[in-house]
């Protein structure tokens, strides 16, 4: 079966850290670019960070710059989202996905999505 599973949401405090998880099974995550996208409660799902798998570029939003950190393990068909000096404006469901292309593209070109990871930040 296909799918990409989401792991590592939880709740923590302001300033804290979590790191995500997404892992795919059923095919490999070598060829495609992977991205990490939130939505929060009533807003719209925003893109939060990519990485290529040609030559691991990266890009993140302006919101998490600084902060987050993506990887890939092709090994462990895996990619990470290490979030740090998390704040309570990071609260949403975490959702990664893949796009046909090995490159960096626009947020709208992702079309296979995972289940998503709630992250809660509250003290």
């Known amino acids: 079966q296909v799918q990409l599973v989401e792991s590592g949401g939880g709740l923590v405090q302001p300033g804290g850290s979590l790191r995500l998880s997404c892992a795919a099974s059923?095919?490999?995550?070598?060829?495609?670019?992977i991205g990490w996208f939130r939505q929060a409660p009533g807003k719209e799902r925003e893109g939060v960070s990519c990485i290529s798998s040609s030559d691991g570029s990266t890009y993140y939003a302006d919101s998490v710059k600084g902060r987050f950190t993506i990887s890939r393990d092709n090994a462990k068909n895996t990619v990470y989202l290490q979030m740090n000096s998390l704040k309570p404006e990071d609260t949403a469901v975490y959702y990664c996905?893949?796009?046909?292309?090995?490159?960096?593209?626009?947020?709208?070109?992702?079309?296979?999505w995972g289940q998503g990871t709630q992250v809660t930040v509250s003290s």
């Open positions: 059923g095919f490999t995550l070598d060829y495609y670019a």
């Open positions: 996905a893949t796009v046909v292309s090995s490159e960096i593209t626009g947020w709208n070109e992702y079309d296979y």
